[in-house]
């Protein structure tokens, strides 16, 4: 028991946290955003990934081999990997990761940008969604509603990136850099 008593009190402080309430990052917007899609998803609101060109970007990274394939996992191993990789970002850093889902950006206080980011799940307490951030190779940062190379609010996508820890203030965030949108 008493091993797993730090490995209790890691999850159950990281299911507090959710997607991110914390300086510029949205408070739970990719929750309520997630929230949105799925009582909208009978509407007819969601893109369908196919009908968007495939917009190369010369010189963008190639991933030959991923290293962490969300898109493979069932959602206990997700949400494992995911918190681990939260709460020691430095063991993940330059690592490949691969990850999908709908596309939930974070709204920021300033009214022009947004921290892009994919749904993965949603905590144990059914709370808080987690996403995962990341930039795209050689695309400004996104606008809040998605679009200028970003997939479009709620649009699936599947995202390869490099593995990134960074700070804002005093906290410690992780994303994905150098990705490549695979369409």
């Known amino acids: 028991m008493k091993k797993l008593l730090p490995l209790l009190v890691v999850l159950a402080i990281s299911s507090l ?15 309520n955003l997630y929230n949105s899609m799925l009582n909208d ?33 069932d959602t206990t191993l997700v949400q494992n990997n995911y918190l681990s990789m939260e709460s020691y970002p430095s063991n993940y850093v330059n690592k490949v990761v691969k990850i999908a889902g709908p596309f939930t950006p974070y709204e920021s206080t300033n009214p022009n940008l947004c921290y892009p980011a ?53 906290s410690v965030y992780i994303h994905l850099v150098d990705a490549i949108w695979l369409k």
Do not use: M
């Open 17 to 31: 946290t959710g997607c991110s309430n914390e300086s510029g990052h949205g408070n739970n917007a990719g929750n």
């Open 41 to 73: 998803s009978n509407s007819g609101n969601a893109v369908s990934a196919s009908s968007r060109q495939d917009n190369a970007i010369e010189g963008a990274p190639t991933y030959e081999k991923i290293d962490y394939d969300f898109t493979k996992w």
């Open 118 to 170: 994919i749904y993965l799940f949603d905590d144990a307490t059914g709370c808080c969604a987690y996403c995962f951030e990341f930039l795209l190779y050689g695309v400004p940062v996104c606008s809040p509603s998605g679009g200028n190379g970003y997939p479009l609010v709620k649009e699936n996508a599947t995202i390869v990136g490099r593995f990134e820890k960074y700070l804002e203030g005093s």
